[in-house]
């Protein structure tokens, strides 16, 4: 029974870490420059190794307007699909994780006048460094047992490789080859796990983002200095294993970016704001080491929760992850 | 029956504001130079994603239509810090009136620069523009 109950905690560990990397940077660097966003991290808490392969597709709907509003598609098809590769190693009793991630994306891009176009390229690669600064209490809280309150607190350090396409560098006439943000990202979060129970995990993570500076210049040859805004991912995630194969939850992520600058002056009315909410499904199917975890979010499509976003949409992933 | 007639009427109305409300050119924009020269630049329609025609007045301070002119039109999106895929066609109509071709990629606030004629001395309009 015990032994059970710590195999089911071991799962349940990995199974969280998963939840937090199963939207990576590459699932919103699209066309856009809304990139980032993602979670590092890759390797469960008590796993040596682990290598993913991520299949994500996402459909744009709409766009929000700098006024919040919502905008339905008119007369165009955005279309993404995402096969990620990752691979991650812990080090020192688990304690260090050095991680990485590198898109293929497929994209096409349809507007209204103009013949539809697809193009697969290179997305922007990651690479990550995690710590864990508290080795938290896998018991369950109980409310007299103050040793169970303490969370797993885990620092995660990153940089996002501008390896896809910039959009300055495009040459498809619909933009279907821009596949990354063109500058590179440096990113710092802390993860907050609290195990409520022996089934069940609450995760909260935040994550800041600061893009760097690059030269950009425009079709007739005017050249800026652009700088993408700061910005700043809230997610909170609540976990549930059923049993040693089969465990499900739920999340929400917000996203704030701070303006843009060009040309060392602060461009008006480009912050940003996005809203996304989903579930996962996870199931090992060979114990204790292949793992599929199948997750959907979507934005609302409502006037409000997003800001400056030009491509929403539902996405869909499927997460193959063989440990070690 | 009368009842019939008030959820006819009333369907008929929400209907016609429905496709008001998104539909339709937005209002033209008006811009003026420090010699006194005026821009009226008039969508045909909402700007969207896709192939979009704007329709330029240019008048001088007198009123005099400007005509004969090679305009240079281009546009860049500050917020994402990338300009648009393919290069806008502009052609002249006549009496000062010039029609611009131009393809939008992604929804947002562009930022359409005009000039009139060719070279960097070239007086030129910075038009704000919402693509939805
Ligand atoms: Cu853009």
């Known amino acids: ?324 | 029956m009368r009842h019939h007639t008030c959820f006819a009427l009333a369907l008929v109305a929400l209907l016609a504001s429905a496709c008001s409300s998104n539909s339709g050119p937005p209002e033209p924009v008006t811009l003026r130079l420090a010699d006194g020269t005026q821009g009226i630049f008039a969508p045909e329609d909402a700007l969207g994603l896709g192939e979009n025609m704007i329709t330029i007045t240019l008048t001088r301070a007198d009123a005099t239509p400007i005509t004969g002119l090679n305009l240079q039109v281009d546009a860049f999106m500050p917020a994402h810090g990338h300009g648009l895929r393919q290069p806008p066609v502009a052609s002249e109509l006549g009496e000062g009136r010039y029609m611009v071709h131009i393809d939008f990629h992604m929804t947002g606030r562009w930022d359409m620069s005009v000039a009139l004629g060719e070279g960097e001395d070239a007086p030129s309009f910075s038009v704000p523009l919402e693509v939805r």
């Open chain 1, 1 to 324: 029974m015990l032994r059970h109950a710590i195999t089911l905690t071991c799962y349940l560990l990995v199974a969280a870490a998963c939840a937090c990397c199963l939207e990576p940077s590459g699932a919103s660097a699209q066309a856009c420059c809304v990139g980032g966003g993602g979670q590092l991290g890759v390797v469960g808490r008590e796993r040596r190794a682990a290598l993913t392969a991520r299949l994500g597709y996402q459909r744009a709907m709409g766009s929000y307007a700098n006024d919040g509003s919502y905008h339905g598609l008119r007369g165009a098809s955005i279309d993404d699909l995402t096969l990620e590769l990752g691979g991650g190693v812990r080090l020192f009793d688990h304690r260090l994780e050095l991680s990485g991630t590198l898109p293929t994306r497929l994209q096409h891009r349809s507007y209204r006048g103009s013949q539809g176009s697809a193009r697969v390229g290179l997305g922007d690669a990651s690479l990550g460094v995690g710590l864990m600064l508290i080795r938290g209490s896998v018991d369950g809280v109980r409310r007299r047992e103050p040793g169970t309150w303490i969370p797993f607190l885990d620092l995660n350090l990153g940089v996002l490789v501008p390896s896809g396409r910039a959009p300055e560098n495009s040459h498809d006439q619909n933009g279907a080859d821009v596949m990354g943000g063109g500058h590179f990202t440096l990113q710092g979060g802390l993860r907050l796990s609290q195990f409520v129970s022996l089934r069940q995990i609450l995760t909260l993570s935040v994550l800041f983002e600061r893009g760097l500076a690059r030269d950009v210049h425009s079709l007739a040859g005017a050249s800026h200095r652009y700088r993408p805004g700061a910005a700043v991912s809230l997610r909170a995630s609540w976990l549930y294993a059923r049993d040693m194969r089969w465990s499900g939850g739920l999340f929400v992520t917000t996203r704030l970016g701070r303006p843009a600058h060009q040309d060392r002056e602060r461009v008006a009315g480009s912050a940003s704001r996005s809203f996304s909410f989903g579930a996962l499904l996870s199931w090992v199917f060979i114990l204790p080491i292949w793992e599929a975890t199948l997750s959907m979010s979507v934005d609302p499509f409502f006037s409000g929760p997003g800001r400056n976003l030009p491509q929403v949409g539902p996405r869909l992933s499927l997460l193959m992850k063989r440990s070690f």
